[in-house]
């Protein structure tokens, strides 16, 4: 039975495997690969934090990651079909392994925070 995002381990094994499938997408995967190169073990831990405070509350994550993203933009312009294919492949990853009110959540955050992300860096 697949259950609701209940903690840090869950928000762990979801993001593991919202990025496995960033690593190999066609649309998205180039930024994280090749234009960032991002360092992974660096990279993991920091998401954990932020999707923990985003969901628990926890106070894990400080970072402004509108900066981050206004920066990664500048270096590679992200555009409207980046964030549409970050948001399926996230939304596939939360369905593929947790269903309840916190998976619910999980989803409408992304939603949201790539919203305004797209107002702010694209428009």
């Known amino acids: 039975m697949i259950q609701d995002l209940i903690n840090r381990r869950d928000i762990e094994?979801?993001?593991i495997a919202f990025y496995e499938k960033v690593k190999i997408d066609e649309t998205i995967g180039y930024i994280f690969n090749d234009v960032v190169k991002?360092?992974?073990?660096k990279h993991l831990p920091v998401m954990f934090d932020f999707w923990e405070?985003?969901?628990f509350y926890t106070g894990t994550y400080?970072?402004?990651n509108m900066n981050i993203h206004r920066h990664l933009s500048y270096v590679t312009p992200l555009?409207?079909?980046h964030f549409e294919q970050w948001?399926?492949?996230f939304i596939q990853?939360?369905?593929e392994?947790?269903?309840g009110p916190n998976a619910e959540l999980a989803k409408q955050r992304a939603i949201s925070i790539s919203t305004v992300m797209q107002i702010k860096i694209i428009a």
């Open 93 to 95: 990853s939360v369905d």
């Open 79 to 81: 555009r409207k079909e």
């Open 87 to 89: 948001n399926k492949l």
């Open 62 to 64: 400080s970072r402004d």
């Open 97 to 99: 392994n947790f269903r």
């Open 53 to 55: 405070n985003a969901l």
């Open 13 to 15: 094994k979801l993001i």
């Open 38 to 41: 991002v360092n992974w073990e």
